[in-house]
C-alpha cells in the first residue's frame, strides 16, 4: 500500500477513494464496483455525488461504490478513456462492463445499475 492510500474495506458503506495506486486493486477485491470518475469543478458531478453516497450505503454487501478524481489520477483517466464526467464505470468479477454517463436521479441510476447485475 502506497502511503497515503485509502485502505479498502471489504464490505464499505461510504463511496471508496479510488486512485491510480489502488484501482487495480480495488477492481480484484470486489465482485461489483462501480467508480463515478469525477472533478471538482464539475457541476453535474456534486449533482450525482450525493447520491452515490446514499447508494453506497443502501447497497452496501451488494454493491461497492468508488470515487475517482481525474484531475488527480491521468493514468487512469487515460486507460479506462474518461472523455466526459460525471461518468461511472462499471465493474464485475473484475472485467469492466460497461459505463454509466452523465449525472441522474437515484431512480434513474438504480435502473442503468440493475442492467448490469
Known amino acids: 500500500m502506497i502511503l497515503g492510500e485509502q485502505i479498502l474495506?471489504?464490505?464499505?458503506d461510504?463511496?471508496?477513494?479510488?486512485?491510480?495506486?489502488?484501482?487495480?486493486?480495488a477492481i480484484v477485491k470486489y465482485p461489483f464496483l462501480i467508480i463515478d470518475c469525477w472533478a471538482?469543478?464539475?457541476?453535474?458531478?456534486?449533482?450525482?455525488?450525493?447520491?452515490?453516497e446514499e447508494l453506497a450505503s443502501d447497497q452496501k454487501g451488494e454493491?461497492?461504490?468508488?470515487?475517482?478524481?481525474?484531475?488527480t489520477n491521468p493514468?487512469?483517466?487515460?486507460?479506462?478513456?474518461?472523455?466526459?464526467?460525471?461518468n461511472l464505470?462499471?465493474?464485475?468479477?473484475?472485467n469492466k462492463v460497461g459505463d454509466i454517463a452523465g449525472a441522474m436521479s437515484?431512480?434513474?441510476?438504480?435502473?442503468?445499475i440493475d442492467l448490469y447485475k
Open 9 to 12: 474495506h471489504k464490505k464499505p
Open 40 to 52: 471538482e469543478w464539475c457541476a453535474p458531478c456534486k449533482t450525482i455525488g450525493p447520491i452515490i
Open 89 to 94: 464505470l462499471v465493474f464485475k468479477k473484475g
Open 106 to 112: 437515484k431512480e434513474i441510476l438504480l435502473g442503468k
Open 63 to 71: 454493491i461497492v461504490f468508488g470515487t475517482l478524481d481525474v484531475d
Open 14 to 25: 461510504h463511496p471508496v477513494t479510488i486512485t491510480d495506486g489502488n484501482i487495480d486493486e
Open 75 to 86: 493514468e487512469s483517466s487515460v486507460r479506462y478513456n474518461i472523455q466526459f464526467i460525471p
